[in-house]
């Protein structure tokens, strides 16, 4: 298969630090010059825009990443929203629904904090592993009434892959757009039964932690992605590698954000998954899930 071009990393972490949770300093991603040339290096391989998903809780910084954005040449895509309980800021708990859906729509319509960059998606908002907490589902609330006010998708996170079917349940419950919904980390799952059920309920569902093998092999994630093609799903899959520590940037002796496209890409071509598919993960996809941002 020809180089792609337009191809989009629909969830990634430019500036990101979870260290106060994580209690490692691995975990805080402030490698500004490092994060320029890998990705720099990925527009070389036909790269044009990554989605960054850092929201509240993850210590965001917009005007950082609208810098190395400028710099490196890739569109970068912020959100608004808020993560999962142990690391929602305090005014998850103190502010009403209505009051939570309006801060995140002040952000995509009037720009992030006072930086002026308006967010282009809500997310990721998550569910803990196998439960919702009480602030995961006003999170969860807040989203629907912004997305209904600005039209903007939703994306999620599933810790681990697990409580996907529930994230679905309770989006269709409050009134969300189904079609304007990405079930976050559904390889974690290694399912693909239960990723084609979310499937069948309109939603778009992520394969965004590609080359994270201590969490699940990447040939798992192939034939995941296999009989997802086989029943049809093509159009409703997107690619990603969700890196969140510095240990896996290349600088580092880390994989790297080429591996999805030098590695993965040609393992997915190797065990017949069809050029058309991948097209579809990596440019067609993002492009209709996230609409005019992209374009």
């Not at 602030?135 to 994306?155: C, D, H, N, S, W």
Request: charged share 25%; glycine share 8%.
């Amino acid at each position: 298969m020809n180089q792609l071009e337009g191809i989009t990393y629909s969830h990634e972490h430019t500036r990101i630090d979870l260290s106060a949770v994580k209690k490692t300093d691995d975990t805080n991603i402030d490698c500004f010059e490092e994060t320029i040339l890998a990705y720099k290096e990925l527009r070389e391989k036909g790269v044009r825009h990554i989605v960054d998903a850092t929201v509240l809780g993850m210590k965001r910084d917009p005007l950082y990443v609208q810098k190395v954005a400028e710099a490196s040449g890739i569109t970068i895509i912020q959100a608004t929203g808020f993560y999962i309980e142990e690391f929602l800021p305090p005014m998850v708990e103190a502010c009403s629904i209505e009051e939570l859906a309006d801060f995140m729509i002040k952000e995509i319509r009037d720009g992030i904090e006072d930086s002026g960059i308006k967010a282009g998606f809500i997310g990721e908002i998550g569910s803990s592993e196998n439960r919702f907490t009480d602030g995961e589902r006003k999170v969860f609330a807040a989203a629907v009434l912004a997305q209904q006010k600005t039209g903007v998708p939703i994306m999620t996170h599933t810790s681990l892959g697990t409580f996907g079917h529930e994230q679905i349940e309770l989006l269709r419950a409050l009134g969300a757009d189904l079609s304007k919904v990405v079930i976050g980390h559904a390889d974690l799952s290694g399912d693909a039964v239960y990723v084609l059920h979310m499937l069948r309920q309109g939603v778009y569902v992520a394969f965004d932690t590609i080359g994270k093998e201590n969490y699940l092999p990447d040939i798992t994630r192939v034939e995941m992605l296999k009989a997802i093609e086989e029943a049809g799903f093509t159009d409703k899959v997107l690619l990603s590698m969700d890196i969140t520590r510095k240990s896996n940037m290349a600088h580092k002796g880390g994989i790297g954000y080429s591996y999805l496209l030098d590695v993965f890409v040609p393992l997915m071509q190797e065990k017949g998954i069809s050029g058309a598919f991948i097209q579809n993960m990596l440019v067609t996809n993002p492009r209709e899930f996230f609409g005019e941002i992209l374009k």
